[in-house]
């Protein structure tokens, strides 16, 4: 477990929150991801941690060694074209703002990079 500071894309970042090996290297997949905006980690909940751009709390996740999951905050005009995609089968309340997907290792997430970039850029403006 870290504690105080990440090193995303060589640069160290504080934080006040733990996050396990697996956390860390999603928080850099999603900063790679999101590469040019301007994203901060947080941990809002005991649950779970944030990744935010601006007030836009558009992933939340928890990668432990029992647990591997993350949610997106899918925008509303996206909503329809992706309620019967498989990448979000295990989802069942589509109405909610968050979908959630468990995954089995980091590689899955690269199916989501389209998914996560527009709900950070758009969910942001």
């Known amino acids: 477990m870290s504690e105080n500071y990440i090193i995303i894309e060589g640069v160290k970042q504080k934080h006040d929150f733990k996050a396990s090996d697996l956390e860390l290297a999603f928080m850099e997949k999603i900063n790679h991801i ?3 905006a301007n994203i901060r ?6 649950n779970y941690l944030s990744v935010l751009c601006g007030d836009n709390d558009f992933i939340r996740f928890r990668l432990t060694d ?6 997106i905050n899918v925008l509303y005009s996206e909503r329809a074209k992706l309620k019967d995609s ?3 089968a295990q989802q069942e309340n589509k109405k909610l703002v968050h979908w959630k997907t468990k995954i089995n290792d980091l590689s899955d997430v690269d199916a989501y990079s389209d998914i996560i970039r527009l709900s950070c850029v758009e969910g942001y403006s």
């Not at 980690?41 to 005991?46: G, L, V, W």
């Not at 029992?66 to 949610?71: A, D, E, G, P």
Request: proline share 6%.
């Open 34 to 36: 999101c590469a040019g």
């Open 41 to 46: 980690f947080e941990a809002r909940s005991d």
């Open 86 to 88: 498989p990448l979000f």
């Open 66 to 71: 029992r647990t591997k999951w993350f949610s």
